[in-house]
């Protein structure tokens, strides 16, 4: 994402906040950057593509952020993955989109509905694979089950405090709750078999989340174009760990542990700078690309 862009889309992310996305108007997004409504519409087709492009990112983030919780431990931890769940329930504190999430909870629009229900399947599709490495196979049906009480235990119960007591809840003691109740309704729920999400559900929910296919020569090039827009005001261990990671992913034979472990300072050396963007959309990239060389091999 160029440098342009990415201000347009911070902009409207706070106008968002400030304004509610349904008070916010393209023509505000396009004052408030002091742009052309041609140039606006040259980044994003609509503003509901300016709230995809800000969950995007959260999830890019929160995608990164669990691989690195992840990394080196082993993936059956109940503890690992808690603190993985918390990861995007800090990701919205932190970026405020818990206001944009409320701003559009009584929205009539259709197009509005249809993208906050496609972040809403994105996790419960994460949280389902997930319940299955820590559970086992057994539980591959129920697994959206499930990932679906976590998920509503969590948010009901942070809702029902922020209204009844008005405060925040720490993240990881709701989530901690809501995987002690699951893990107490899983033999019950083996012994009886009675689901109500199933097989035909689960396949609209696969078929519903976008996942973009990655392959290395991809992620090599689109290193390669980052690489060349690095110049020598950017930080000199963030231009090393590109450099090693380009030298890696060219190997005929990928030495994952190499490569997870230049993952996380590669992404962290440029979080201040404009590259952050496009430097956490290559991690993400290579993340799952590693991920997809373990299943191989196992």
Do not use: N, P, W
């Given at each position: 994402m160029n440098t342009r862009k990415r201000k347009v889309l911070d902009i409207a992310r706070s106008l968002f906040i400030e304004k509610g996305f349904n008070e916010t108007s393209i023509m505000d997004i396009i004052h408030e950057a002091n742009i052309s409504k041609g140039t606006f519409y040259n980044y994003f087709t609509s503003k509901n593509e300016c709230l995809i492009a800000i969950l995007q990112e959260s999830r890019e983030d929160a995608s990164n952020r669990r691989h690195e919780l992840i990394f080196g431990q082993d993936p059956k931890d109940i503890n690992i993955l808690a603190k993985q769940i918390a990861v995007l329930m800090h990701i919205n504190r932190e970026q405020n989109l818990l206001q944009i999430f409320e701003s559009i909870y009584h929205?009539?629009?259709?197009?509005?509905?249809?993208?906050?229900?496609?972040?809403?399947?994105?996790?419960?599709d994460w949280l389902s694979t997930r319940l299955v490495e820590v559970y086992g196979k057994e539980i591959s049906?129920?697994?959206?089950?499930?990932?679906?009480?976590?998920?509503?235990?969590?948010?009901?119960?942070?809702?029902t405090l922020l209204v009844a007591e008005d405060r925040c809840v720490d993240p990881e003691a709701v989530v901690n709750m809501a995987l002690r109740n699951i893990d107490a309704i899983i033999p019950r729920m083996l012994e009886t078999k009675e689901v109500l999400i199933g097989a035909e559900t689960i396949h609209f929910i696969k078929n519903s989340v976008d996942h973009k296919v990655v392959n290395k020569n991809m992620i090599i090039n689109q290193l390669k174009g980052f690489i060349e827009e690095l110049s020598k005001d950017d930080p000199k261990d963030g231009i090393e760990y590109a450099n090693c990671l380009l030298t890696e992913l060219q190997q005929t034979e990928l030495k994952l542990?190499?490569?997870?472990?230049?993952?996380t300072p590669f992404r962290k050396s440029f979080i201040k700078t404009t590259h952050a963007s496009e430097a956490r959309e290559i991690a993400n990239y290579i993340w799952r690309l590693v991920k997809d060389e373990h299943i191989d091999e196992n």
């Open positions: 929205s009539r629009d259709v197009g509005v509905k249809k993208v906050v229900m496609m972040h809403h399947l994105q996790e419960l049906i129920m697994s959206y089950e499930c990932a679906v009480q976590v998920i509503a235990m969590i948010q009901h119960t942070i809702r542990f190499v490569i997870e472990a230049l993952l």
